[in-house]
C-alpha cells in the first residue's frame, strides 16, 4: 500500500486558488489516487480521481505528473464552506477490497474572509 | 439516489453496554465497509461486507462484529463497550463496478461512551 504525506495544515482566503499536494513516492503501476473532503461530524465526500495527468470536474482539478509519485488537489476560487480537511488516498481496486484504502492525516484547509 | 444512511446520529452508553448501529447503502450497492473515526488515531477501517460475506476485517477486538444482509444493509455490534470506543462510526458503501469504484459514505454514528 502506497503511503501517502500531506501537510498538516493550510490557510488561505476567500477567492484564492488553493493547491494542496500530496506525495506518494511508492505508488504501483495499478494505483488511481482519489481524494476526499471532510467536514465536521460528516462523513468524507468523494471529490476527484485521477490517474495520470490532469482530471477536472466542476469541484475541482487533479494534477498528476508524469512520474506519479505526487499529485496536486487545485480548488478554484475558495469560499468560507471550503474549511475542511482534504484526504489523499492511493491505492488500486478500491472495488475489490475497501480494507486497502488507508487514510492519512489529511490536510486541514482553513479559508479565511 | 438517496445517499448512504446511518441511524442513529447519536449516542450514549456506558461502559459494559453492548450496542447496534444501522447502515443502509446507497441502492444497488453491494458493498458495505465500516471505520471507526476518532481524533486520535484517525479513520480506521473495521471491516467489509459484500453479498452478506465479510470479506476483510481491520485490527479490532472480537467485541467489533457485524453482518449484512441479503438487501445489502448492513450492521456493526459493538459488545462490553468501553471508554475509548467513543468514536463516529462511519459506514461506506460502493458499486464495486469497474475497478477504481470509489466509496460513498454516510455521516456517521456518533457514539459516546461514558
Known amino acids: 500500500l502506497a503511503k501517502t504525506t500531506q501537510p498538516i495544515s493550510m490557510d488561505s482566503y476567500e477567492g484564492q486558488e488553493v493547491n494542496i499536494t500530496c506525495s506518494h513516492n511508492?505508488?504501483?503501476?495499478?494505483?488511481?489516487i482519489t481524494w476526499y473532503q471532510q467536514f465536521p461530524s460528516q462523513g468524507p465526500r468523494f471529490i476527484i480521481q485521477?490517474?495520470?495527468t490532469k482530471v477536472t470536474n466542476e469541484v475541482a482539478s487533479l494534477f498528476i505528473p508524469a512520474d506519479r509519485k505526487s499529485s496536486t488537489l487545485s480548488l478554484p476560487r475558495v469560499s468560507l464552506s471550503d474549511t475542511a480537511v482534504y484526504y489523499c488516498?492511493?491505492?488500486?481496486?478500491?472495488?475489490?477490497?475497501?480494507?486497502?484504502?488507508?487514510f492519512g492525516s489529511g490536510t486541514r484547509l482553513s479559508i479565511r474572509p | 439516489k438517496a445517499g448512504v444512511t446511518q441511524t442513529p446520529r447519536y449516542l450514549i452508553k456506558t461502559r459494559g453496554q453492548q450496542v447496534t448501529l444501522s447502515c443502509s447503502p446507497i441502492?444497488?450497492?453491494?458493498?458495505v465497509s465500516w471505520y471507526q473515526q476518532t481524533p486520535g488515531q484517525g479513520l480506521q477501517f473495521l471491516f467489509e461486507?459484500?453479498?452478506?460475506?465479510?470479506?476483510n476485517k481491520g485490527n479490532f477486538p472480537g467485541r467489533f462484529s457485524g453482518r449484512q444482509f441479503s438487501n445489502s444493509r448492513s450492521e456493526m455490534n459493538v459488545s462490553t463497550l468501553e471508554l475509548g470506543d467513543s468514536a463516529l462510526y462511519l459506514c461506506?458503501?460502493?458499486?464495486?463496478?469497474?475497478?477504481?469504484?470509489?466509496?460513498?459514505f454516510g455521516n456517521g454514528t456518533r457514539l459516546t461512551v461514558t
Open positions: 461506506a458503501s460502493s458499486s464495486l463496478e469497474g475497478n477504481n469504484s470509489p466509496l460513498h
Open positions: 511508492n505508488i504501483a503501476t495499478n494505483d488511481y
Open positions: 485521477g490517474y495520470k
Open positions: 488516498l492511493v491505492g488500486d481496486s478500491f472495488g475489490s477490497s475497501a480494507s486497502k484504502i488507508i
Open positions: 441502492s444497488g450497492h453491494r458493498s
Open positions: 461486507y459484500f453479498s452478506e460475506t465479510q470479506r
